[in-house]
């Protein structure tokens, strides 16, 4: 592999401390760039490609490590999007160099494509958050752009890795917060060994100036939000 300083990823932002994104507290770098179209996406600026900061994978690395403190034995880093997987080679690198120095290294995604250099990338985290968005295939398609056999085929793969897995789905009062739905969503942790989580996270609307803003429409804004009481967590 290049010199990781040689290796530049597109960054949207960068959180120094957060503790929704995986266990403990966490750096969160948002890479920039998404191929789906989520209608319940809260990040449209991460959408488009090649903007945002320029970055080596070196230099995140130093912005990270500058926190490693206050990761614990339980935090890390978590990289997420926009979609990590459409800059594989920066990803790598940086898990690389922080994994070396002891950070725990998660990987936020949706799970949209497969191919070798995804499976070196994966070969370097310690932990996957998969965006399992919708438990029919229709549904996926719809509201996400993406085909729902891919997330299987993703999933497949992490199964045979041994990765360890959180699945995560945003629940949509009328659209996926169906008994029938939830349970379909449980089973697959019945399924697939690597699955150690399911986090139901509450659908919110604190986009829609987001969206406003960039003078495009969010599909679900006249979506009902979801009560936080009905969101929980699923160990196996
Ligand atoms: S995968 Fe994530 S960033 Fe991309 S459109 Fe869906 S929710 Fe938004």
């Not at 500058?66 to 034995?73: L, Q, T």
């Not at 990987?107 to 191919?115: A, E, K, P, Y």
Request: aromatic share 12%; hydrophobic share 35%.
């Amino acid at each position: 592999m290049a010199n990781k300083n040689d290796i530049y990823g597109y960054i949207h932002s960068f959180q120094s401390l957060g503790t929704v994104d995986g266990p403990g507290v966490r750096s969160v770098i948002f890479m920039q760039g998404c191929p789906l179209r989520c209608a319940c996406c809260h990040n449209p600026d991460t959408w488009e490609f090649c903007r945002g900061e320029r970055q080596s994978a070196g230099e995140m690395f130093d912005r990270v490590y500058r926190f490693k403190e206050y990761f614990k034995s339980e935090g890390g880093l978590t990289v997420s999007g926009g979609e990590p997987l459409m800059q594989p080679e920066f990803v790598t690198a940086l898990f690389e160099l922080c994994r070396s120095a002891d950070i725990n290294c998660a990987l936020d995604t949706s799970g949209c494509i497969m191919n070798d250099g995804i499976k070196e990338l994966l070969c370097h985290c310690d932990l996957v958050l998969l965006d399992y968005k919708y438990t029919n295939a229709r549904d996926y398609k719809k509201y996400t752009g993406m085909e729902m056999e891919q997330a299987d085929i993703f999933l497949g793969v992490l199964d045979d890795m041994k990765k360890v897995t959180f699945i995560r789905q945003v629940i949509i009062p009328t659209v996926n917060d169906s008994k029938e739905s939830i349970d379909k969503l449980f089973d697959l942790g019945k399924k697939y060994s690597c699955i150690k989580k399911i986090e139901l996270l509450p659908f919110k609307k604190l986009c829609v100036e987001k969206y406003r803003n960039m003078g495009i429409i969010f599909p679900f804004e006249n979506m009902e939000e979801c009560p936080d009481n009905f969101c929980f967590d699923k160990i196996f």
